[in-house]
């Protein structure tokens, strides 16, 4: 009877009650990320929750996420977060009544889901359950205060006097307000306190003593060779980068190698670096996608670290994790073969991006990045496939990721219209570890025809090319494929990126004039 006593009460009663419970949540979240600067962000509650839910994603959920919002996911992750919270919030406070707090139990109940998410977390501390219970304990004293006073006894209203209704909607205002300047200065304090932009500007990229590219390769590259780090794309598991400064980096080698090895900063600058230019492909990016990108990487042979620690013969994966614990399982011999997989430290001669890994990071040509990128990459445990599983390949996808033969067309666009007559198409085609020696373009269902190819031309990076199009009035379909080092056609068979990677050829439709 009490909550359809609610239900039945004035329209504006249940507008501010519902308007409680979200005030409530937002002191909840506002609060939270203050406590949380004074520890880690990722211990705040909607961070902590962010990332296990993350963890928890069934695959397919993840690549309808990535393919519908591409590296926008965990933006869209949040703001999903943010309206299941208000609307949840919303009916907590239509619930709460001063002798039935079923609203503050629901507070509770979620707190418990922020403290366990908080905890559980891979390098978690002991006190991050603190930022989800002190935030809780002020969103239900919010939530108690002003549901309570809308459901005290009306006294008789005294001219000039303000009524509960606008007590209420002033308090409420208060402690929005409260809520709002706590998440402020609680992000302000975790720049300050915990940011390492100031750590990675001080980063001074080591000098390639030689690099791995065959000579004079990248030295005339043409425009779009390279991929700018801005544009770079960005698909991992971690809603907030870890903060890792470079004095507090450290690599932990072990498992089945005859001794552990721990390699710091100061020991790799003791180590000539190298140069190498590798083009990184996501396994979620579907045919014709933008998840690859391609870069100039600065780093130390993998190969030569774990020779330090001595792998054993009978092992064949390493389990790198990331600071945030992320896992991947590459192939011993992709790390120690001659593809020149790298621990990279510099990104086209500047600092990795915190984004991308600072201060270190993975960097396997011709492996998926699920299996071989680890970025903020802390510990490389040598293993065997029968004896450790990765974070994606508990998931369902595949236990190794060769990267597949692809092309994609950039110029023109799907759905442009261009004028008749000479008319450039151009694009790129990619097949690490392999290389490009031909791209073919088809008009509708026309004879395949060959495209030029651009310099410069290396196995592990993508390959620009160009073709240009006598182009005659109408609606036309352009179709690539390309042909890998080794003469392969690209599969034209089409399938989806789960459960190691997409493949299918790529067209565009145009409109000629």
Request: aromatic share 6%; proline share 7%; with cysteine.
């Amino acid at each position: 009877m009490w909550i359809l006593d609610r239900v039945r009460s004035p329209a504006p009663e249940r507008v501010l009650a519902a308007a409680t419970g979200v005030v409530a949540a937002a002191v909840v979240l506002g609060v939270g990320q203050f406590v949380a600067a004074f520890l880690d962000r990722a211990a705040g509650p909607l961070l902590a929750v962010g990332s296990a839910v993350v963890d928890h994603t069934p695959a397919p959920v993840r690549e309808f996420a990535i393919d519908t919002f591409g590296t926008g996911d965990k933006t869209a992750l949040i703001v999903g977060m943010c309206v299941v919270i208000a609307v949840l919030a919303a009916v907590a406070g239509l619930l709460e009544r001063p002798r039935r707090p079923w609203g503050s139990v629901l507070f509770v109940a979620f707190g418990i889901v922020g403290v366990v998410a908080a905890t559980t977390r891979a390098g978690a501390g002991v006190a991050w359950f603190l930022p989800t219970v002190v935030g809780v304990a002020a969103g239900v004293a919010v939530l108690r205060a002003g549901t309570g006073r809308l459901a005290a006894p009306r006294p008789p209203r005294v001219p000039g006097a303000r009524t509960d209704r606008r007590t209420v909607l002033l308090g409420l205002t208060g402690a929005g307000a409260g809520a709002v300047l706590a998440g402020v200065v609680g992000t302000v304090l975790d720049h300050l306190l915990n940011d390492v932009g100031r750590d990675r500007s001080g980063f001074a990229v080591p000098p390639a003593t030689r690099s791995l590219d065959p000579p004079g390769a990248t030295g005339d590259a043409p425009a779009g060779f390279i991929t700018p780090p801005s544009d770079f794309y960005r698909i991992d598991t971690a809603l907030r980068p870890p903060q890792l400064t470079a004095e507090r980096w450290s690599l932990r080698i072990h498992g089945m190698v005859d001794r552990e090895v721990r390699v710091d900063m100061a020991m790799l600058r003791a180590m000539p670096a190298v140069e190498k230019t590798v083009t990184l492909t996501c396994v979620s990016n579907e045919v014709g996608g933008d998840l690859i990108g391609n870069a100039r990487w600065i780093g130390y042979p993998l190969r030569d670290l774990l020779a330090m620690a001595g792998p054993s013969g009978d092992a064949d994966m390493v389990l790198s994790t990331s600071d945030d614990g992320f896992t991947a399982g590459t192939p011993l011999q992709a790390l120690t073969d001659d593809r020149g997989a790298l621990l990279a430290v510099g990104m086209d001669g500047q600092p990795l991006p915190v984004e991308h890994g600072y201060p270190a990071r993975m960097v396997v040509p011709g492996l998926y990045g699920y299996v071989s990128a680890t970025k903020w990459v802390v510990s490389l445990e040598v293993t065997r496939f029968d004896r450790a599983t990765a974070y994606w390949t508990q998931r369902g996808w595949a236990e190794k990721g060769p990267i597949k033969t692809g092309s994609r067309i950039d110029v023109p666009r799907s759905g442009d219209t261009v004028g008749r007559g000479r008319v450039t198409v151009a694009g790129v085609a990619w097949a690490q570890g392999r290389g490009i020696n031909g791209v073919q373009i088809r008009v509708d269902d026309g004879p395949w025809q060959a495209a030029t190819m651009l310099a410069p031309d290396m196995l592990d990076a993508w390959r620009l090319w160009r073709w240009t199009w006598d182009a005659s009035p109408g609606d036309h379909t352009l179709t690539v494929r390309a042909f890998d080092g080794d003469g392969r056609q690209q599969s034209a068979i089409v399938a989806p990126p789960i459960p190691d990677g997409a493949s299918g050829l790529h067209s565009v439709d145009v409109t000629v004039t």
